[in-house]
């Protein structure tokens, strides 16, 4: 059963042109959300955890937030340096290791 | 503050045959997971040590084995390589505080063929 799902897939974004990524989970009982970045050849770099609906988290142009159900990643004004897979996950249950959604390969455009 | 080192980057190898992975954990980290990264997917969960015991695998045979030394650096052996193997693995250390903030190392790719 998939705990973290993510959309879109792929997505496309002229510089300064403002988007959201999506990242639904089923798990119960939420013990946080992790978002992650992660370019070409590396390995994922933390970006932010969230725990409860209602948080909001930024940096710099990124924000996400939460709720019961799902979380966004909203990039305002986007630039090249943004391009990257952006990667979701969560910990199914107590303090086990984090099951990652498929990531949302995002591509700005000068 | 070091963050997480492994090696090697690249290594090819054919079926059947054995490899070891390396991994050095970030300075003040206790905690070492090790993730399988396909092409086109998200890393899956192989295993994680915590005092040079492993205390939770994923869904991975047992010739994906691993160890932690008293310095909270890991390995990863994987024994009779199948295709499959081939893709990107990443080490990852944290604090066995709960909040589960990995931090990974930039991964070796192991191509078989």
């Known amino acids: 059963e998939d705990q973290v799902t993510q959309s879109p897939e792929a997505l496309r974004l002229q510089e300064g042109e403002s988007s959201s990524l999506n990242c639904s989970y089923t798990?119960?009982?939420?013990?946080?959300l992790f978002w992650y970045r992660q370019d070409p050849g590396k390995g994922p770099e933390f970006l932010f955890t969230?725990?409860?609906a209602g948080e909001e988290k930024e940096k710099e142009r990124l924000k996400a937030t939460l709720t019961k159900k799902e979380s966004f990643l909203h990039i305002t004004a986007p630039k090249p340096e943004d391009s990257a897979t952006y990667l979701c996950?969560?910990?199914?249950?107590?303090?086990?290791?984090?099951?990652f959604g498929k990531g949302t390969r995002l591509s700005v455009i000068a | 503050e070091t963050g997480v080192t492994q090696s090697p980057t690249h290594l090819i190898k054919t079926r059947g045959q054995q490899v070891t992975l390396r991994c050095s954990s970030q300075?003040?980290?206790?905690?070492v997971s090790w993730y399988q990264q396909a092409l086109g997917q998200g890393p899956q969960f192989i295993f994680q040590?915590?005092?040079?015991?492993?205390?939770g695998r994923g869904n991975f045979p047992p010739r994906f084995s691993g160890l932690q030394f008293p310095n909270y650096s890991s390995e990863l052996n994987v024994n009779a390589l199948e295709l499959d193997d081939s893709a990107l693995y990443l080490c990852?250390?944290?604090?066995?505080?709960?909040?589960?903030?990995?931090?990974f190392g930039a991964g070796s790719r192991l191509t078989v063929l």
């Open positions: 798990v119960s009982g939420l013990r946080g």
């Open positions: 969230l725990y409860s």
């Open positions: 990852a250390s944290s604090f066995s505080d709960g909040a589960n903030v990995l931090t």
């Open positions: 300075s003040g980290h206790n905690t």
């Open positions: 996950a969560v910990p199914p249950s107590g303090n086990t290791p984090l099951v």
């Open positions: 040590y915590y005092r040079e015991e492993e205390n």
